[in-house]
């Protein structure tokens, strides 16, 4: 794997283009952290699975690119959206709830059926 140098203003002017974040799925995901511990194999000591999936999951966000959701918790509802900031929330209601009355973290609420979401008055909402 070769290396670009200089490769930041790329990166960011393709993060600055997309609005709504592209969602990665669990065989994509997988095969991009695979990518990542082969690459990293050779040039560092065993850094640990965290550190590799924080590295990939930063270098995914500066591209626009969201991991896959993370498994839903079975306590509540399973409906989860990704903030701006590319972290997953997941509904605290009850498994089972009306979805036409919405979401709801208890620090976000989201439309069903959104996976991409915005707090209330943000400027860069994705159309």
Same mark, same amino acid.
């Given at each position: 794997m070769t290396l670009i140098p200089n490769a930041a203003p790329v990166v960011e002017a393709a993060a600055e283009e997309?609005?709504?974040?592209?969602?990665?799925?669990?065989?994509?995901?997988?095969?991009?952290?695979?990518n990542a511990v082969s690459a990293l194999?050779?040039?560092?000591?065993?850094?640990g699975?965290?550190?590799? =999936? #924080?590295? $990939?999951?930063?270098?995914l966000y500066a591209l626009g690119i969201l991991p896959p959701p993370p498994e839903p918790d079975a306590d509540t509802c399973p409906a989860q =959206? #990704?903030? $701006?900031?590319?972290?997953?929330?997941?509904c605290g209601d009850e498994p089972g709830h009306d979805p036409a009355e919405g979401h709801s973290d208890g620090e976000w609420s989201w439309p069903d059926g959104d996976r991409y979401a915005t707090p209330e008055g943000d400027e860069q909402a994705p159309e």
């Open positions: 997309q609005q709504t974040p592209r969602i990665l799925t669990w065989d994509e995901y997988s095969n991009a952290y695979g194999g050779a040039r560092s000591h065993n850094p699975s965290e550190a590799v =999936f #924080a590295a $990939l999951d930063a270098a =959206f #990704a903030s $701006l900031e590319g972290e997953w929330h997941q």
